[in-house]
């Protein structure tokens, strides 16, 4: 079973970026076409439009970059329709070889943690047998609960390769309110972000980088440079970069010199770059996509990724 | 529209008590006559083996106590027809009158904590409609992104009538890795719960609780009685009594003196007190939440609701 950075480090370096793509799905922003395909006005046909999107933006960028991040927010707020569909996309992606974070934030205490990171990762245990259920490869959480309560996700991750990413700075205006509240002398972040480290420590890859990420926002970037330098050993996913305002420039400190260490989310930046009533949406998607990975490439270390 | 904290409120004085039954399916701790009449082997199966349990749990609770509080990860666990049986379960405690609390410690930002909300609580809009998703009366939130990423649980509780309770001081023994960092002299849970009583006053009922509650766990009893002192106008929702080590009389301290003010959660302790063999399983539960109700009435102020 190959480590999660390990498999993380060596889909960056075959695509040469490290780009993610999130599947953020809107209705409002979906494309004319398919919002008309599937008009009937219920949550489950609002779930089959996710769907038909989704593996369309999937077969899109595919070859293009090396992991997805669908939301589990969108899903669900079609009820267990979405659900379906957010396992079918993350099966397809699975197939079309894309490392998939299911970003769920989930957090909660002993059994309870267990179903979710069960769910997540090694499959739910029914009469001696694992049926996998999200079966991704990589969960968010939310740390504010402690060790214990990430305990479960780090065992379920484990058995399955998997990895888990700890919200440590999150990319919204409000973020400081608890996360940068003086800790005897340092910001909780930077607590959490502690934490995350040693967590990672536990079991590294032959990279060199841990199963435990952190998420640190792109609208942050001196934050992002100085926990680069505190935690060489973490995966970053850094979200906030395109529509939420932060720039390819931001995200340079959280690399590595040699272009690993950090995965850039990039959702309505590429998979709403369209107006609705495009036809040719799917061009705009991967031009999208190509502009990213170029600008990135350009302005942080993750150029290096595909000279090596 | 009644507020929400008026709601709970006489929901409590109604059935004398404020007790919720947590509703935790585990499949190895299922009735076997269960087990054996959903014994395919698949999640669906599964999922309606929780079904059964859940509606049959309800049927009997329903009758005694106020609020029912769903765990989202074990309905998760079994995948979209998992939630299926969430749904179903939430709309018949809401027919039969309970108050629903679904525990989903949801977090998110902007348009994704908007789904998440809108999901539980306004429902989700599709072409200028509203779809109800889940339904519940109120939903668990975690804070640890700030008070940008808790405002759009707020606006759809609000929208609906609804509440929620953000996680304050969990239960379990990990808690105390971020929860009682020394933040300039005071641990950060109580920064957090200040915040939440910032919250919570912007819209009191007339009972004077807000629609934005704490959850703070019966195994911290000196922290609930500090924490009702500090924020005399906030509903507490209290797990960890029962099988999680909390006894009635360390849940005493979140009470109000006239018994108002907070919810004490059981869920094994009532869903999981039988041995699976039992074949008269729902007295049992009937019997344990009695005994519940009997401990906490004794030990605590919630004994004053039923006389008022």
Redesign the interface.
């Known amino acids: 079973m190959t480590h999660f950075a390990d498999r993380v480090t060596s889909a960056c370096r075959a695509k040469g970026n490290a780009v993610c793509v999130g599947l ?1 799905p ?2 409002q922003q979906l494309p004319l076409e398919l919002r008309q395909r599937h008009r009937g ?3 489950t046909d ?1 779930a089959r439009a996710f769907e038909e999107f989704g593996c369309r933006v999937l077969d899109v960028v595919a070859p293009l970059v090396p992991v997805v991040k669908p ?1 589990s ?2 899903f ?6 979405g ?2 569909t957010l ?1 079918r996309l993350l099966a397809r992606a699975r197939r079309q070889g894309l490392i998939t974070i299911l970003d769920g ?9 267990e ?2 990171a ?2 997540a990762f090694a499959g ?4 001696g ?1 694992r ?1 996998p ?1 999200w079966d991704a490869d990589a969960l968010t959480i ?8 990430v305990e479960p996700f780090l065992v379920s991750a484990r058995k399955s390769g998997g990895g888990v990413f700890v ?1 440590v700075r ?10 940068d ?4 002398g340092r910001p ?1 972040y930077q ?2 972000a502690d ?1 995350v480290g040693g967590w990672a420590k536990e079991n590294l890859g032959q990279c060199g980088l841990g199963d435990v990420g952190a998420v640190i926002g792109a609208t942050h970037p001196a934050e992002l440079t100085l926990l680069r330098q505190l935690l060489p050993h973490v995966l970053f996913l850094i979200p906030g970069y395109g529509a939420q305002g932060g720039s390819s420039a931001d995200t340079a400190g959280g690399f590595r010199s040699d272009g690993s260490g950090a995965i850039v989310n990039s959702s309505r930046g590429i998979i709403a770059c369209f107006r609705p009533d495009e036809p040719r949406w799917e061009q705009a998607v991967e031009q999208a996509a190509r502009q990213a990975i170029a600008d990135l490439s350009k302005a942080t270390p993750m150029g290096s990724l595909g000279k090596s």
């Not at 669900?76 to 329709?81: V, Y």
């Open positions: 953020d809107r209705w006005g219920t949550l609002m939301q927010a969108f669900e707020a079609c009820g267990p329709a659900l379906v396992q934030k989930r957090n909660d205490i002993a059994s309870t943690a179903a979710y069960d769910a739910t245990m029914l009469d047998q049926h259920v939310n740390p504010y609960l402690g060790r214990d309560a919200l999150t990319s919204n205006a409000g973020a400081r309110l608890f996360q509240l003086d800790c005897q909780l607590h959490v934490a």
